[in-house]
Protein backbone atom coordinates (compact mmCIF):
# COMPACT_ATOMS: atom_id res chain seq x y z
CA UNK A 1 0.00 0.00 0.00
CA UNK A 2 2.69 2.49 0.62
CA UNK A 3 4.95 3.06 -2.52
CA UNK A 4 7.55 5.80 -4.16
CA UNK A 5 6.26 8.23 -7.37
CA UNK A 6 8.23 11.32 -9.19
CA UNK A 7 9.66 12.22 -11.14
CA UNK A 8 6.59 12.26 -13.64
CA UNK A 9 6.39 14.12 -16.73
CA UNK A 10 3.09 14.76 -18.71
CA UNK A 11 1.23 16.52 -20.38
CA UNK A 12 -1.52 18.54 -18.42
CA UNK A 13 -4.68 20.33 -18.47
CA UNK A 14 -6.08 22.31 -15.25
CA UNK A 15 -8.91 23.33 -14.00
CA UNK A 16 -12.70 23.51 -12.13
CA UNK A 17 -15.35 21.70 -12.49
CA UNK A 18 -17.36 18.46 -11.63
CA UNK A 19 -15.89 15.03 -13.62
CA UNK A 20 -17.50 14.62 -16.81
CA UNK A 21 -18.84 18.09 -16.77
CA UNK A 22 -18.10 20.73 -19.90
CA UNK A 23 -14.58 22.00 -18.77
CA UNK A 24 -13.49 18.23 -17.48
CA UNK A 25 -15.27 16.95 -20.83
CA UNK A 26 -13.09 19.54 -23.19
CA UNK A 27 -9.32 19.30 -20.50
CA UNK A 28 -9.64 15.40 -21.86
CA UNK A 29 -10.37 16.14 -25.78
CA UNK A 30 -7.93 18.89 -25.44
CA UNK A 31 -4.95 16.55 -23.73
CA UNK A 32 -5.77 13.37 -26.63
CA UNK A 33 -5.81 15.95 -29.41
CA UNK A 34 -2.22 17.42 -28.40
CA UNK A 35 -1.03 13.83 -27.74
CA UNK A 36 -1.88 12.56 -30.97
CA UNK A 37 -0.14 15.42 -32.93
CA UNK A 38 3.06 14.45 -30.83
CA UNK A 39 2.50 10.90 -31.73
CA UNK A 40 4.05 10.09 -28.23
CA UNK A 41 3.60 6.83 -26.19
CA UNK A 42 1.34 7.97 -23.44
CA UNK A 43 0.24 6.48 -19.96
CA UNK A 44 -3.11 5.69 -18.71
CA UNK A 45 -5.12 9.34 -18.50
CA UNK A 46 -4.61 10.41 -14.38
CA UNK A 47 -6.68 12.95 -12.37
CA UNK A 48 -4.92 15.30 -9.32
CA UNK A 49 -7.71 16.22 -7.31
CA UNK A 50 -8.50 19.27 -4.31
CA UNK A 51 -10.99 21.44 -3.37
CA UNK A 52 -10.58 25.39 -1.83
CA UNK A 53 -12.77 24.62 0.90
CA UNK A 54 -12.73 24.14 4.85
CA UNK A 55 -15.01 21.49 4.41
CA UNK A 56 -14.38 17.85 3.74
CA UNK A 57 -13.69 17.04 0.29
CA UNK A 58 -16.38 14.91 -0.75
CA UNK A 59 -18.96 17.30 1.03
CA UNK A 60 -17.95 20.04 -1.71
CA UNK A 61 -20.14 20.63 -4.64
CA UNK A 62 -18.51 18.41 -7.47
CA UNK A 63 -18.85 21.87 -9.48
CA UNK A 64 -16.16 23.41 -7.42
CA UNK A 65 -13.26 20.91 -7.73
CA UNK A 66 -10.13 21.38 -9.13
CA UNK A 67 -8.03 19.53 -11.13
CA UNK A 68 -4.82 18.79 -13.12
CA UNK A 69 -5.70 16.18 -15.57
CA UNK A 70 -2.53 14.23 -16.97
CA UNK A 71 -1.22 12.24 -19.78
CA UNK A 72 1.80 11.03 -18.68
CA UNK A 73 5.08 10.87 -21.01
CA UNK A 74 8.11 8.79 -20.94
CA UNK A 75 10.18 11.41 -21.26
CA UNK A 76 10.08 15.42 -21.40
CA UNK A 77 9.63 16.11 -25.15
CA UNK A 78 12.36 17.83 -27.27
CA UNK A 79 12.09 21.64 -27.37
CA UNK A 80 9.88 22.38 -29.97
CA UNK A 81 7.66 19.28 -29.79
CA UNK A 82 4.73 20.84 -28.00
CA UNK A 83 4.37 24.33 -29.60
CA UNK A 84 4.24 22.32 -32.75
CA UNK A 85 1.72 19.95 -32.08
CA UNK A 86 0.07 22.61 -30.64
CA UNK A 87 0.14 24.11 -33.91
CA UNK A 88 -1.03 20.73 -35.44
CA UNK A 89 -3.98 20.28 -33.37
CA UNK A 90 -5.37 23.92 -33.72
CA UNK A 91 -7.39 23.07 -36.37
CA UNK A 92 -9.79 20.36 -34.26
CA UNK A 93 -11.46 23.47 -32.09
CA UNK A 94 -9.80 21.52 -29.38
CA UNK A 95 -8.75 24.09 -26.29
CA UNK A 96 -4.66 23.48 -27.53
CA UNK A 97 -3.24 26.61 -25.76
CA UNK A 98 -4.49 25.11 -22.09
CA UNK A 99 -2.31 21.73 -22.39
CA UNK A 100 1.22 22.26 -20.79
CA UNK A 101 4.06 19.82 -20.26
CA UNK A 102 4.64 19.64 -16.43
CA UNK A 103 6.84 17.48 -14.16
CA UNK A 104 6.30 16.65 -10.92
CA UNK A 105 7.03 14.42 -8.02
CA UNK A 106 4.81 12.94 -5.16
CA UNK A 107 7.35 10.78 -3.20
CA UNK A 108 6.02 8.74 -0.49
CA UNK A 109 2.63 7.44 -1.60
CA UNK A 110 -0.47 5.49 0.05
CA UNK A 111 -2.33 3.58 -2.65
CA UNK A 112 -5.01 1.09 -3.47
CA UNK A 113 -6.81 -0.34 -6.19
CA UNK A 114 -10.60 0.66 -5.97
CA UNK A 115 -12.67 -1.57 -8.46
CA UNK A 116 -16.07 -0.22 -9.80
CA UNK A 117 -17.84 3.27 -9.92
CA UNK A 118 -16.27 6.34 -8.76
CA UNK A 119 -19.23 6.91 -6.62
CA UNK A 120 -18.29 4.02 -4.06
CA UNK A 121 -14.23 5.85 -4.05
CA UNK A 122 -15.15 6.76 -0.37
CA UNK A 123 -14.90 3.32 0.51
CA UNK A 124 -11.47 3.07 -0.75
CA UNK A 125 -10.72 6.11 0.38
CA UNK A 126 -11.79 5.35 3.77
CA UNK A 127 -9.42 1.86 3.85
CA UNK A 128 -6.43 4.33 2.90
CA UNK A 129 -7.48 6.94 6.10
CA UNK A 130 -7.33 4.14 8.49
CA UNK A 131 -3.87 2.66 7.09
CA UNK A 132 -2.71 6.41 7.28
CA UNK A 133 -4.07 6.94 11.00
CA UNK A 134 -2.19 3.52 12.16
CA UNK A 135 0.63 4.03 10.77
CA UNK A 136 1.34 7.53 11.95
CA UNK A 137 0.90 9.43 7.87
CA UNK A 138 -0.61 12.41 7.08
CA UNK A 139 -1.81 13.76 3.02
CA UNK A 140 1.82 15.37 1.59
CA UNK A 141 -0.27 16.58 -1.87
CA UNK A 142 -2.87 16.31 -3.80
CA UNK A 143 -5.32 13.15 -3.98
CA UNK A 144 -3.97 11.18 -7.35
CA UNK A 145 -6.33 9.03 -9.44
CA UNK A 146 -4.69 6.79 -12.36
CA UNK A 147 -7.95 5.78 -14.55
CA UNK A 148 -7.10 2.13 -15.48
CA UNK A 149 -10.24 1.78 -17.18
CA UNK A 150 -11.36 3.99 -20.42
CA UNK A 151 -13.46 6.95 -19.24
CA UNK A 152 -16.40 5.26 -21.27
CA UNK A 153 -16.95 2.28 -19.85
CA UNK A 154 -20.15 1.36 -20.02
CA UNK A 155 -20.69 -0.50 -16.84
CA UNK A 156 -19.25 0.96 -14.04
CA UNK A 157 -19.04 -2.37 -12.02
CA UNK A 158 -15.72 -2.94 -14.18
CA UNK A 159 -14.16 0.33 -13.56
CA UNK A 160 -10.44 0.19 -12.00
CA UNK A 161 -8.76 2.98 -10.62
CA UNK A 162 -6.14 3.76 -8.57
CA UNK A 163 -6.33 5.99 -5.22
CA UNK A 164 -3.07 7.59 -4.28
CA UNK A 165 -2.10 10.12 -1.50
CA UNK A 166 1.44 11.56 -1.33
CA UNK A 167 1.51 11.03 2.66
CA UNK A 168 4.42 12.65 5.52
CA UNK A 169 4.91 10.93 9.01
CA UNK A 170 2.58 12.83 11.21
CA UNK A 171 5.57 13.15 13.50
CA UNK A 172 7.35 15.54 11.08
CA UNK A 173 4.39 18.38 11.13
CA UNK A 174 5.49 20.58 14.10
Known sequence: MLTSYGP???????GVGEPGGTEHAAAISALYTVAGAM???IGPMEGR???EDSRPPLSVPREQWR????LPLPAAPEPGTMEAARESARP???AVDRVQVVTFTEGECVELMHEGPYSEEHVTLAAMQEYMDA???????????????????????KMRTVLRQPVRSAAAIG
Do not use: I
Not at 8 to 14: D, H, K, M, P
Not at 142 to 154: A, C, F, G, P, Q
Open 135 to 157: NGLVPNGLHHEVYLSDLRESDPA
Open 49 to 51: WWV
Open 8 to 14: VTALTVT
Open 39 to 41: NAP
Open 92 to 94: SGA
Open 67 to 70: WHLH
